[in-house]
């Protein structure tokens, strides 16, 4: 037995044995592509993690015994296995309607200290059952919305208790929408797929769908206003400056292309064009708060310090609590009008409301300079408090939400360069999330057998700029197998070509799919770092981001590169998008934590994307990888290659039952992801 062998996976160890099977037999066929270098990406098949959407139909949901347990999947009635009450929460937004997104709620019992999670479903719906008597605290969070708690005292035995929560909208968030229904409607289609790729920090994406848009309807304010956004977000700030002034003179209300002028106009200490624009902004809007804030930024920059404080105290009165950078702004104004006592009473607000900023230690420091210059007698009390000034400009509110841009243009933003927004003050339950996501991940490994699939694969080399210079396309009937015994995993796989061409593009063969989401595993992850980073969203979908990195005290068990008969360790980092209520992986992306100069490898970026499969006989969605996609910097080439699968076929054991004849099952059919992207 050897190493990922060709290329690459995991410290999955595969047979040597060569078989002489049908197409559907699972081994893995080793050999030379050429000379020139052979190459295997982990690229991830088989976090297919079991769903929880079975379905309800006729019996009552089984609960299990995870914190983050469910019941009332969609599927059937609303029926609860329980052994006391039944809390059902809908959540609704501050207009009155019901939340358009996944919330994740949290159950703290002031009684013993425990907390159970639970997300939305259908209709904005959370549940809890088996609530005993207690008073708790209901904590109900959604990207971009501001935190809403609630109380519940349950004092009777075996009743239902319905509340509605209301979530209001984070104030500090950029509205991205289209409200031009003027548009084409395949402009309509792209410009609403961008949207959703820049809510999930994917802003390679949302830059290819979005300039695509541009190209349809050039002269639309939304469009531009997105343009601009994005090339704020990648810190491109002359192409910033063109989209948003063109936005704003096709619609010279915008506040939104306003906004984001003036802070452009900031940033390069254009203050008194921050001033005139912001200006504007706040005759747009005059009951948003934020357009107040900015110009007080700008009026205090140009010692306006009485405007500055008019327009800070405004701010803080229009933002109803959601506007504690307004208060720094409000402080400084009023320590620099000499009115001391009002300005300290104003931050230690600040402090009270917000302990979690990171402007507090600073806050505190000009606390402490407002007191002692109240004790100086010899002081005057109109001293400006220039060298504090800058506080309010470190705010998450002003500055683009950590979003950083890559002078890379061919292939994807780094890991560590481009984090997704993360909804602000969300604890993570890190334990609970990579426990949840690992028993998913080992729950599949234990009984699934083997699946096959037919794989579609686009191979194109690229430029500096990222445009194709070749383009290959292949079909491959694929299978792929899986075992486990404590401490190691094993993996079978097979890649038959459908077309007769032989060869692989450009000599680069990617082995070894089924692995990516692996490290999930309970016999992988102890090798990562692992760290919860926050709650996030995928496609609408409320998602626990997970960074993870290849420990340095840990033998690289997981990916290599193979080369003339040499394997080369390759550490790894990435990130994993886990929904917050199955646990299943929706997304994951990794790279190489460093370059391999011996082999010329500057850098291989993986996506992969899941979608749910369902399986009818089994009663099962497994979360199967729709779409995986590489760019590799090889001896100063740049490649890119795209696999996308459909057409599953599962073959199965009961893990109950270790004995016994493998099932097979065919997947229901599914729009492929072509299907959608015809659509």
């Known amino acids: 037995m050897w190493r990922a062998g060709f290329v690459s996976l995991s410290a999955l160890r595969f047979r040597q044995e060569k078989r002489n099977s049908p197409v559907r ?19 991830s098949m088989m976090s297919a993690l079991l769903s929880a959407n079975a379905s309800a139909q006729s019996a009552p949901v089984q609960i299990r015994p995870d914190p983050f347990g469910q019941v009332n999947r969609p599927g059937g009635a609303p029926t609860y296995s329980t052994q006391d009450s039944v809390l059902v929460l809908t959540i609704y937004s501050d207009t009155g309607v019901l939340l358009d997104r996944q919330a994740v709620v949290k159950l703290y019992n002031k009684n013993d200290q425990s907390v159970i999670w639970r997300t939305t479903q259908d209709k904005s719906v959370a549940t809890f059952e088996d609530v005993p008597f207690g008073t708790y605290d209901i904590e109900v969070r959604a990207f971009g919305y501001l935190t809403a708690h609630q109380e519940l005292k349950a004092e009777r035995a075996l009743s239902n208790y319905q509340l509605d929560v209301v979530v209001r909208k984070d104030p500090s968030a950029v509205e991205l929408k289209v409200s031009d229904t003027h548009i084409p409607s395949k402009a309509r289609k792209e410009i609403s797929r961008g949207i959703a790729d820049l809510q999930s920090g994917n802003l390679k994406g949302a830059r290819k769908r979005l300039e695509a848009t541009y190209k349809l309807a050039p002269s639309n304010t939304d469009v531009n206003f997105l343009l601009g956004y994005l090339s704020f977000q990648e810190k491109k700030w ?65 010692t306006e310090f009485e405007k500055a404080r008019e327009q800070a105290q405004i701010a803080v009165e229009k933002a109803k609590g959601g506007g504690s950078a307004a208060q720094i702004v409000l402080g400084e104004a009023l320590a620099n009008l000499g009115r001391d006592q009002e300005a300290i009473n104003v931050l230690k607000a600040f402090l009270k409301d917000s302990p979690g900023s990171p402007n507090v230690p600073q806050v505190r420091d000009l606390v402490a300079t407002i007191e002692r210059r109240d004790l100086d007698r010899f002081s005057g009390s109109a001293r400006a408090f220039t060298a504090a000034s800058h506080l309010a400009e470190e705010d998450p509110a002003l500055v683009s939400p950590a979003l950083l841009f890559s002078m890379r243009t061919w292939e994807p933003p780094g890991i560590d360069e481009a984090k997704p927004l993360v909804a602000p003050d969300v604890t993570c339950p890190s334990k609970d999330v990579v426990d949840g996501v690992g028993e998913r991940t080992k729950q599949f490994v234990d009984d699934i057998v083997r699946f096959s699939a037919i794989e579609d694969m686009l191979h194109e080399e690229l430029n500096e700029l990222g445009k194709p210079i070749t383009k290959v396309t292949r079909r491959f009937d694929y299978a792929a197998s899986m075992s486990s015994v404590p401490g190691s995993l094993a993996v079978d796989e097979d890649r038959r070509e459908m077309s007769g061409a032989e060869g692989s593009p450009d000599h680069i063969a990617t082995r070894g799919l089924p692995t990516l989401a692996l490290i999930f595993h309970p016999d992988m992850r102890s090798d990562f770092q692992l760290t919860c980073e926050g709650l996030g969203q995928w496609n609408g979908r409320a998602t626990w981001l997970v960074h993870f990195r290849q420990r340095d005290d840990r033998v690289n068990r997981f990916h290599e590169f193979k080369v003339g008969g040499l394997s080369y360790p390759a550490n790894l980092k990435g990130r994993a998008w886990i929904a917050a209520d199955t646990f299943q992986i929706v997304r994951i992306e990794s790279e190489l934590v460093s370059p391999l100069p011996k082999l010329q490898i ?5 996506t992969v994307e899941y979608g749910p499969v369902p399986f009818e006989k089994k009663n099962i969605e497994l979360w199967l990888p729709k779409l995986a996609e590489i760019y590799l910097d090889v001896n100063k080439r740049h490649y890119f290659r795209r696999h996308s699968f459909d057409h599953f076929l599962l073959f199965w054991v009961d893990s109950e039952e270790k004995v016994g004849a493998v099932k097979r099952e065919q997947a229901q059919p599914v729009p492929t992801f072509r299907d959608a992207q015809s659509r």
């Not at 203050?271 to 900015?294: C, K, S, T």
């Not at 500057?602 to 993986?606: D, R």
Request: proline content about 2%; hydrophobic content about 45%.
């Open 25 to 43: 037999a699972m081994s893995v066929r080793l050999r030379e592509i050429g000379s020139r270098f052979s190459y295997a990406a982990a690229l």
């Open 238 to 302: 002359r192409q910033a400056q063109t989209y948003l002034d063109k936005a704003r003179a096709l619609d010279p209300g915008n506040l939104q292309a306003l906004m984001f002028l003036g802070r452009l106009s900031l940033r390069s200490e254009d203050f008194e064009g921050a001033r005139n624009v912001l200006e504007q902004a706040v005759i747009a809007d005059a009951e948003y708060w934020m357009p107040h804030y900015l110009l007080a930024q700008a009026c205090l920059k140009l």
């Open 602 to 606: 500057v850098n291989e970026h993986q």
